[in-house]
């Protein structure tokens, strides 16, 4: 494992455990070199997931980048950290339980705004806002009078 501050390839597993939700491992490594400290995680991975983009185009199912979605709707609310992580696994599951090497970006956005709508409204709102690339203040308020329904 690369070193993230020195980039040396001498590091050293100093302490292992399984995460909170138990999906991973979390490992403590030191660099031999430097010294730092940091973590890593270790995942199952069923298979290999490309998402089919709405342009058409294809990029590989990437997970910090829908943690980074998450993170971001919900950033400044109070919402449990382990409580997201088990929506995004639920939701990487579904991905790589499917059977299909491709899943549309459109489906990803939808199992995102369902997990969002458990977790806090105002999160759904912020990633709809996005996902939904409302043109004008009027197709908010609609949506927000929906939500309110």
Do not use: H, W
């Not at 549309?104 to 709508?117: D, P």
């Amino acid at each position: 494992m690369l070193c993230p501050f020195c980039k040396s390839e001498d590091t050293q597993v100093k302490d292992s455990r399984p995460s909170e939700d138990g999906t991973a491992i979390r490992r403590r490594r030191q660099c031999n070199s430097c010294d730092a400290r940091f973590t890593t995680f270790e995942r199952v991975q069923l298979r290999e997931v490309s998402v089919i983009k709405r342009d058409g185009s294809k990029v590989l199912f990437d997970r910090d980048k829908l943690s980074r979605s998450f993170n971001v709707a919900l950033r400044k609310r109070n919402i449990v950290q382990d409580k997201i992580e088990m929506e995004i696994n639920e939701i990487v599951k579904k991905l790589e339980s499917t059977g299909e090497p491709d899943v549309a970006s459109e489906y990803i956005g939808s199992l995102v705004m369902k997990a969002l709508l458990q977790l806090d409204k105002v999160g759904y709102v912020r990633y709809a806002s996005v996902y939904r690339n409302f043109a004008d203040p009027k197709e908010f308020e609609e949506f927000v009078n929906e939500l309110k329904k």
